[in-house]
């Protein structure tokens, strides 16, 4: 049986990353990966730590690009692709226009899709975008969905996808995350290796979201600042996103404040071990409200709602919103209150025990 995984992102890659190996050690799957490069720099980062040779690269990253020239050349990239290798089943991660430009591709050629990730849902079909109508439109062609919890799969079974075609699996981002944390690391970085990181309780700040361009982007990093400027012991390490508007804003509000560090975005295994040695994350990323409960960290989301509801109802995560003062003082209550974050920080993790990717082999070998 023939497997093509494809995948474009950074995000994508590391969770993927795993499952592409399991599926390599399995007798009776072939492993074909095709990368669209959606994101370049980031994704080749990861495919280096993994140690990944992709066996198609649609290299279509290029410069302030849309939304629309992103799908339009992973379609007909993917078009290619399809034709030559022929596979039986394409497994696609996640939400980005790589996976739905990708499942299209598949059906229009009536090959199964598999979805990695399925069912999470804002329910707001503009936050995130275009995130959350790319998870609607792939959930409604995939044939199987490897959903990572039992509320994922609730909300399939709300849009009328068949019960036997969903299965609850984990994340595999768990399974990535505990491969790396488990090797010794020490930092290369001159700024992480100058950070006392028992002395000074470090927080961990990414923000680069469509939606969050713009005013809610310097009301997050304003909090950000207030904290820093209130808390002696407190440094802020900020890898800031390529995207030259995140930069700008991260340069005119955060720039020449004292023990606010904004460094080069960070390959894969030294941001998780940053994330294992900060105090708590500040974040509008939706894999890290899945990686940093697992290695007992609290996470405050900076967005106005989350795909990941189970990591709010299980303690891990707080939603922050994009206002100011309530960022301010949700970090405020974190630094201050040893009840609170010991609550956040000891709360269960809700997406997995590191196993899903072999789950998700065994299905697709079992079918």
């Known amino acids: 049986m023939k497997i093509l995984t494809v995948f474009g992102t950074r995000p994508e890659a590391i969770k993927m990353a795993p499952l592409v190996r399991q599926l390599e050690k399995e007798p009776g799957l072939e492993s074909v990966v095709c990368v669209t490069a959606q994101h370049r720099e980031m994704l080749d980062q990861v495919l280096e730590l993994f140690e990944l040779t992709p066996d198609f690269d649609l290299n279509v990253m290029k410069p302030n690009q849309s939304v629309s020239q992103i799908s339009t050349n992973v379609l007909l990239g993917m078009e290619r692709v399809l034709n030559e290798v022929q596979p039986d089943m394409v497994l696609v991660h996640g939400d980005t226009t790589t996976t739905f430009a990708s499942a299209l591709a598949a059906f229009y050629q009536k090959i199964p899709v598999g979805h990695v990730e399925a069912g999470l849902r804002t329910y707001d079909k503009y936050s995130p975008y275009p995130e959350e109508m790319n998870r609607i439109l792939t959930g409604h062609i995939a044939e199987l969905h490897f959903a990572p919890t ?121 941001f998780v071990n940053l994330m294992a040695r900060s105090h708590f994350i500040i974040t509008d990323s939706g894999g890290m409200q899945e990686e940093a409960p697992a290695l007992g960290k609290p996470v405050l989301v900076v967005r106005r709602e989350t795909e990941r509801p189970e990591a709010v109802e299980a303690g891990t995560v707080k939603l922050a919103g994009v206002e100011r003062d309530t960022i301010y003082s949700l970090a405020k209550e974190l630094l201050t209150d040893q009840r609170i974050y010991d609550a956040m920080a000891k709360a269960v993790n809700p997406y997995g025990d590191g196993k899903a990717c072999q789950r998700i082999t065994d299905i697709i070998k079992s079918l």
């Open 150 to 270: 039992e509320r994922n799969r609730q909300n399939l079974l709300k849009e009328n996808i068949a019960d036997d075609k969903i299965f609850i699996t984990g994340n595999t981002v768990i399974d990535a995350l505990l491969t790396v944390a488990e090797k010794p690391y020490e930092f290369e970085d001159e700024t992480l290796m100058r950070i006392d990181f028992d002395r000074h309780r470090v927080i961990t700040v990414t923000c680069h979201r469509r939606e969050n361009l713009g005013e809610n982007m310097i009301n997050i990093f304003s909090a950000v600042r207030d904290i820093a400027r209130e808390f002696d012991d407190v440094e802020i390490v900020y890898p800031v996103h390529l995207n030259p508007k995140v930069r700008a804003a991260a340069d005119e509000v955060l720039g020449g404040t004292e023990r606010v560090h904004l460094i080069q975005p960070l390959q894969y295994q030294p």
